[in-house]
């Protein structure tokens, strides 16, 4: 069992910066790729950022690519998702979720792919 715990949501203006944390216990954090979702009111949850357990592959949704950054510390058995230039469209919950794996690359993109999930953080940007 994995629980994770999301922080670091709030308000900002549009063009402004986050960062987002995700504190991971019970197993070792670093058998898991982690993934990081979200949803805005009356949409299905969308996959954001994907990162291996290495924390040497990556990868972003179209929408996010170039503005956030997925990174992870296994030391510290946590997973960051840096937000920069923040739009309004980036309104959401954000969720991260993890996925047992022994890949040192693999990641899954699917949300149905990842077992363990937090309780989420609301990110507004007001424009």
């Known amino acids: 069992q994995v629980q994770l715990v999301e922080s670091g949501g709030g308000l900002v203006q549009a063009g402004g910066s986050l960062r987002l944390s995700c504190a991971a216990s019970g197993h070792t954090f670093s058998n898991y790729a982690m993934g990081w979702f979200r949803q805005a009111p009356g949409k299905e949850r969308e996959f954001v950022a994907a990162i291996s357990w290495t924390g040497l592959n990556t990868n972003y949704a179209d929408s996010v690519k170039g503005r956030f950054t997925i990174s992870r510390d296994n030391a510290k058995n946590t997973v960051y998702l840096q937000m920069n230039s923040l739009k309004p469209e980036d309104t959401a919950v954000y969720y991260c979720?993890?996925?047992?794996?022994?890949?040192?690359?693999?990641?899954?993109?699917?949300?149905?792919?990842?077992?363990?999930w937090g309780q989420g953080t609301q990110v507004t940007v007001s424009s």
């Open positions: 979720a993890a996925a047992a794996t022994y890949s040192m690359s693999w990641y899954p993109l699917h949300s149905s792919e990842y077992t363990y």
